[in-house]
């Protein structure tokens, strides 16, 4: 059992949940995520490990509150239980000095994105991190990523807060500028938003790290439910990722596979 200390509302349906989890936090490295359980019979989560305090003994998880199994998790009030939080799995983001590093967020992807920022800036890099949402009420960690970043640029959809459009804008304007244009980009977000990133830094060959978040089941290489194309070859984002060489992800079977549970699952909401 693992109890929860803080639970805070983010953004609408974020939540960071602060919970007990001693040996998780001193085992967790950037890039890493546990599956989550909230009781017998219950739907398991795959979240990414946001942050962790090692003298505390807790870590940090992001949620979205959008279908029965994340709500469960994500209303539990502090002093209450989780009932199985497994892990830390997958591979610890690959960290080099590359020098100029643009991190791009896309909503609720911005909280999976903060543990890499963190790592890159401590590993040296001169980090820009881009963050976007529909709205000002979507912009997530702003202040804890300008902790770790040169620079933090804000975009929303309806221009509520920061510059008006998507991420994608930005980056485009750094990819041109050679005073900014980035050494290696890490992208985590929407699918779609993902591979426009992707198809940005193709071009010029800049590295392009992606944080897949297939379905997954068991977190352990097992069940293949969370397969995915990698360079013409099948990976398990579980074990293999979840980050990825984002000019060798084939996005289009990851959408499709993305959208096989949606009816089910909206039938489960309602
Ligand atoms: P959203 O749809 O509100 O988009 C957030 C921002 O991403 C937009 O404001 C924009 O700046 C950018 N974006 C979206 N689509 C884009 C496109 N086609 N081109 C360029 N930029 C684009 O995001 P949300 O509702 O907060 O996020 C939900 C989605 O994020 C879900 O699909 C979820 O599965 C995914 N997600 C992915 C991860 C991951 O690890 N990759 C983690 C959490 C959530
Ligand atoms: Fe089962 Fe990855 S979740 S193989």
């Known amino acids: 059992m693992f109890k929860v200390i803080e ?46 305090n090692r003298s505390r003994g807790s870590i940090t998880l992001f949620i979205q509150a959008i279908g029965a199994g994340t709500r469960k998790i994500a209303e539990t009030e502090p002093g209450s239980y989780i009932q199985d939080i497994a892990g830390p799995w997958g591979q610890p983001t690959h960290l080099e000095k590359w020098g100029r590093v643009a ?12 543990p890499l920022v963190r790592a890159l800036h ?25 902790r770790f970043s040169a620079k933090v640029v804000v975009a929303t959809e309806d221009g509520s ?26 992208a985590v977000g929407p699918v779609p938003m993902m591979k426009a990133v992707c198809e940005q830094t193709r071009p010029a060959g800049i590295p392009t790290i992606v ?5 997954m089941i068991d977190g352990t290489g097992m069940c293949g ?15 293999d990722g979840p980050e990825f060489d984002g000019h060798l992800v084939d996005f289009a079977s990851l959408i499709d596979r993305l959208s096989m549970y949606k009816d089910h699952e909206c039938r489960l909401v309602s």
């Not at 949402?133 to 202040?143: A, K, P, Q, V």
């Not at 944080?211 to 379905?215: E, G, H, R």
């Open 7 to 52: 639970n805070q509302l983010l953004a609408p349906h974020l939540h960071r949940l602060v919970i007990e989890a001693p040996r998780i936090a001193s085992a967790r490295q950037a890039g890493q995520f546990v599956i989550v359980r909230s009781g017998d019979g219950g739907e398991r989560i795959p979240l990414t490990i946001g942050d962790a």
């Open 103 to 114: 991190c791009v967020g896309g909503g609720v992807g911005t909280a999976v994105l903060f």
């Open 122 to 146: 401590e590993a040296g890099n001169q980090v820009t991190s881009v963050i976007g949402g529909r709205s000002r009420d979507f912009i997530i960690l702003e202040e804890e990523l300008a």
């Open 161 to 186: 807060y920061g510059r008006q459009g998507f991420v994608t804008l930005e980056l485009a304007e750094m990819l041109e500028d050679p005073l900014r244009c980035p050494d290696a980009v890490f």
């Open 211 to 215: 944080s897949l978040n297939p379905i």
């Open 225 to 239: 439910g969370c397969r995915v194309q990698i360079g013409g070859q099948a990976k398990f984002a579980c074990v």
